[in-house]
Structure formats: structure tokens, C-alpha cells
């Protein structure tokens, strides 16, 4: 639900997470996955898996889906508004991510990720609400897209990232857009999360990670 990552380093493809969400009786069965594997999906589950691949579904760009908090205003409306996080700079990021391709002229952006302070660090949040913390070797990804809505993710340490922290700050409960019950909840896991610790600019870039 948002939590956890893992990784694949298994092939010669670009290795990325497709989220596989189920929401409703109907959509319970199996999902078949690249080269024919097939896993049971139970109702009301969220798994995340690496395959070969894109980042996101080509078809599915969530820059050009994006949904207007007005189509939404009941469900938005229910949210716990209070819970203000920084943001990554996009501009920074970019170049970053760049430098580490050591590709200038790449057409990516980076993604204007919520950066989020808790009991495990801090943590990179998307605008579906999915995000991590540093796994075992101390990487927390962050997150691009490119031409053709192709995309993916580079992992970085904490003190890099301090370094691509921006001054804007936005409220978790409008940085996750609004669409179905899965958003509802990962969004409530990090607001969780965040609890009871700083989220100022000054205490993620000094380090000041404790409640």
C-alpha cells in the first residue's frame, strides 16, 4: 500500500514497478504478466511488481490524466487537510537525473515528488500516493517521465536528495489526486507516517529527523 520496494536486476530492459490495484469484485481473478506468468489478485489488495518494461502503462500518462479536485468534491472534501510536506525542485531533479545518465540532451522531467519525514527517513511520494523509503542499500528512487509517457526512476541517497529539497511546500492531501479508494488509503499511510515528525525545510536538510 505504498510502503516497501524492490528491485530486478535480472535483464538487459530498464527495470520498473507497474502497480496492479483491485477495487471491486469484478476485477478479482488472474493477471497475466509479460512472458505468460500468471498471479491470483484477491479483492481490495494492492501489490507492486518489477518487470521488464515501462514505467507506467504508455497509455496511461498521468500527466495528461490528471483529475481536477472539482470532479471529486465529496471524496476530496473527507480528507484530513493539515499534513504539509515540501517538494522536490523539478528543475534540480531533472538535471540531476541527466548528470547521472550522463545525457544532457535526454527529453525527461523529473516528477514534482512529496518529500516525506517519518520513523524510517525520509521518504519520496508520487501523486498517486505511492512512494518509498531507503530499502537495504540506502536508495530512495525518484521518479521521471519522458516522450511517448515512458518514464522510470533512479535511486539516490538521503543526502542527495536533501539537496534537491525546494522551498514549495503543499498539503499531502492535495498532492495525492483524487481517484478511488486506493488513493484514499495510501494517501491516509502517509499522512500516518509523517505524524509527529518535522517537516520544515530546515530539519530535512540538517537532519533533524526525529519527533
Not at 469484485?25 to 521488464?52: E, K, W, Y
Not at 534540480?92 to 535526454?106: G, L, M, P, S, V
Not at 508520487?126 to 516522450?147: H, L, N, Q, R, S
Not at 533512479?154 to 536533501?162: F, G, P, Y
Amino acid at each position: 500500500m505504498g510502503f516497501g520496494r524492490s528491485k530486478n536486476g535480472t535483464t538487459s530492459y530498464q527495470t520498473l514497478r507497474i502497480r496492479v490495484a483491485t477495487e471491486s469484485p469484478a476485477s478479482v481473478g488472474d493477471f497475466c504478466l509479460p512472458g505468460g506468468r500468471a498471479i491470483h489478485i484477491p479483492q481490495s489488495f494492492t501489490i507492486m511488481i518489477n518487470v521488464p518494461g515501462s514505467h507506467y502503462n504508455k497509455h496511461i500518462n498521468p500527466k495528461q490524466e490528471r483529475d481536477k479536485m472539482s470532479d471529486y468534491p465529496d471524496r476530496y472534501s473527507l480528507r484530513l487537510k493539515g499534513v504539509v510536506v515540501h517538494v522536490l525542485d523539478v528543475e534540480k531533479a531533472t538535471a540531476f537525473i541527466k548528470d547521472r545518465f550522463e545525457n544532457q540532451d535526454a527529453k525527461i522531467t523529473a516528477d514534482e515528488m512529496a518529500v516525506v519525514n517519518g520513523n524510517k527517513g525520509l521518504a519520496t511520494v508520487g501523486e498517486e500516493g505511492v512512494g518509498w523509503f531507503a530499502d537495504k542499500d540506502g536508495g530512495i528512487p525518484i521518479t521521471y517521465w519522458g516522450i511517448n509517457g515512458s518514464g522510470g526512476y533512479i535511486d539516490v541517497s538521503v543526502d542527495e536528495l536533501r539537496t534537491l529539497i525546494s522551498d514549495k511546500t503543499i498539503d499531502l492531501a492535495d498532492h495525492v489526486r483524487v481517484f478511488g479508494d486506493r488513493l484514499e488509503t495510501n494517501l491516509e499511510l502517509w499522512q500516518y507516517y509523517a505524524k509527529g515528525y518535522p517537516q520544515d525545510k530546515m530539519s530535512l536538510v540538517n537532519a533533524t529527523m526525529v519527533a
